[in-house]
């Protein structure tokens, strides 16, 4: 004879009559499940099994700083507690700059990323347990866009030092920074003033300005050369 209902209970407070039900369980734990069906006679029988809900992780994370064209790390704060032994298993992370290519995904638990342009940036970290339960956060990233340094070449002879100059457009932004090179890591080598005197030169040298702004960005660095003319030569008899 045909079976013509279904109850169930979910152990959880949570009940359904409908074939194949689907329900969310208010949380981790053992639910003893119980199906009743009756045919079309009358007659009921039942079942319970027990079914084990594992936990989700809590998914978050930090970050130290978000700068324009500079490495920015990302710490993962994904925890799970389960006495059953479920682990984290997976960590992806997106960070919502499309433009930065292959290097816009990582499935590092902490990972870094240099975003490509200022804005702000939704930032998808998704972690997955060892049971194979998924969950996701989105946080947004702002990149600030920093004000470029205006430079001032400076022309002299053979010989002599020249006077750079490097313009802030905003003091209470940030401070100026200069360097020998336009290298990434490279320390600065003088920090705070507009004006730069080189030592005798006898070649035309470039050197670099950057805006570092109260969040510790820094702009993309700005050259500035000084040029150097060669002397007339002389000579008499």
């Known amino acids: ?10 152990g959880s407070g949570q009940t359904s009559t409908q074939q194949n039900p ?12 119980t199906l009743t069906v009756i ?12 079914v084990i809900v594992f936990p ?9 700083h978000s700068c324009w064209n500079t490495i920015t790390t990302f710490t993962s704060q994904a925890s799970l507690t389960d006495p059953n032994g479920t682990t984290l298993d997976l960590h992806n992370w ?6 930065s290519g292959v290097n816009n995904t990582s499935t590092l638990v902490n990972p870094i990323h240099s975003f490509t342009q200022p ?28 004000t ?9 002879c053979y010989g002599e030092q020249a006077t750079l100059y490097a313009g802030n457009p905003d003091p209470s932004l940030g401070t100026l920074e200069w360097f020998y090179s336009i290298d990434a890591t490279e320390d600065p080598f003088w920090v705070g ?29 700005v050259p500035v050369f000084a040029i150097v003319r060669g002397l007339p030569n002389v000579d008499f008899h």
């Open 1 to 10: 004879s045909p079976i013509t209902n279904w109850s169930w209970n979910f």
């Open 22 to 33: 689907t329900n969310l369980f208010p949380g981790p734990g053992l639910y003893n499940v």
């Open 39 to 50: 045919n079309a006679n009358g007659c009921t029988n039942s079942r319970t099994k027990t």
């Open 56 to 64: 989700n992780a809590v998914a978050d994370f930090t970050w130290d």
């Open 94 to 99: 997106n960070f919502g700059d499309p433009a």
């Open 119 to 146: 804005g702000s940036y939704a930032v998808t970290l998704t972690v997955t347990t060892s049971r194979g339960c998924v969950t996701t956060i989105v946080i947004p990233v702002n990149v600030p866009q920093i």
């Open 148 to 156: 470029l340094p205006i430079t001032v070449n400076d022309t002299v």
């Open 193 to 221: 003033n507009q004006y730069f005197t080189t030592p005798p030169l006898e070649a035309t040298t470039v050197y670099f300005v950057g805006l570092r702004d109260i969040d510790g960005c820094l702009s993309p660095k």
